[in-house]
């Protein structure tokens, strides 16, 4: 019987989930380079370049994904055109809804992140991004542990049911002591909006300044049930 590709791929994050369970970022990212060559993404909501700065050490070619949505704070694309200079080698591939913000504005109604913003996520984020990763065998994304109780047994490599591919979170571990001093001691590229208190970028009319004492995702849909936006389940 023919195995397909998904059926490996899901083999490989099942052995790897094991193997690399207490990996270092470097190590995870050198496995991934290694084992998928071409056929992987960075993932980026462009709030520093943490995960992008580790991942051009393993490849510096590696491609970054940038979901577009057309919300986006000014800071935040403005930290994407940074890092394309920054990083020379590197492709951000810009996923694109299939509607301009206008469009959905005609086809749904304004300020449908407000009425409905599961269904905002999905046809600018979720969707965009599954359309996008379809092309690759893996994807790295910067989630972390201590971002939100939600988050708090993210493993470092793991089969994503949903996007049928392979999940890479090199930095699930580290504590915001550790993150911080990363950027301390690398110069990396950091959203100017953090040092405003946002903590967690996304959508400008759905972001909002974290409130002391509260996880970083807290100003996130801030006075809704909603914690993610269903890139992450």
């Not at 591919?165 to 110069?187: C, Q, R, T």
Request: glycine share 6%; aromatic share 6%; net charge negative.
């Amino acid at each position: 019987m023919t195995t397909t590709r998904t059926e490996q791929l899901r083999v490989i994050a099942e052995q790897a989930s094991v193997e690399l369970a207490e990996a270092s970022a470097e190590e995870a990212l050198a496995w991934t380079a290694r084992t998928f060559g071409d056929s992987w993404i960075v993932a980026s909501n462009m709030q520093d370049a943490v995960l992008i700065d580790l991942a051009v050490k393993a490849k510096p070619d590696v491609d970054v994904l940038f979901l577009e949505t057309g919300y986006h704070f000014a800071e935040t694309i403005g930290t994407r055109d940074a890092v394309a200079t920054v990083y020379p080698e590197l492709t951000i591939v810009n996923a694109l809804p299939d509607t301009t913000v206008a469009e959905q504005d005609a086809a749904e109604g304004p300020r449908l992140y407000e009425r409905d913003p599961d269904r905002c996520c999905a046809l600018r984020k979720v969707i965009p991004l599954q359309r996008t990763l379809a092309k690759y065998d893996a994807w790295v994304t910067g989630v972390r542990r201590v971002d939100a109780p939600t988050r708090a047994n993210t493993p470092i490599v793991t089969w994503d049911e949903r996007n049928g591919l392979v999940k890479v979170n090199p930095i699930a571990a580290w504590s915001d002591e550790e993150f911080n001093g990363y950027i301390a001691d690398h110069g990396v590229l950091e959203n100017p909006l953090v040092s405003e208190g946002y903590l967690s970028i996304g959508c400008a009319p759905c972001t909002a300044k974290a409130l002391p004492g509260t996880d970083a995702r807290s100003g996130r849909w801030a006075g809704r049930s909603k914690t993610e936006c269903g890139l992450h389940g």
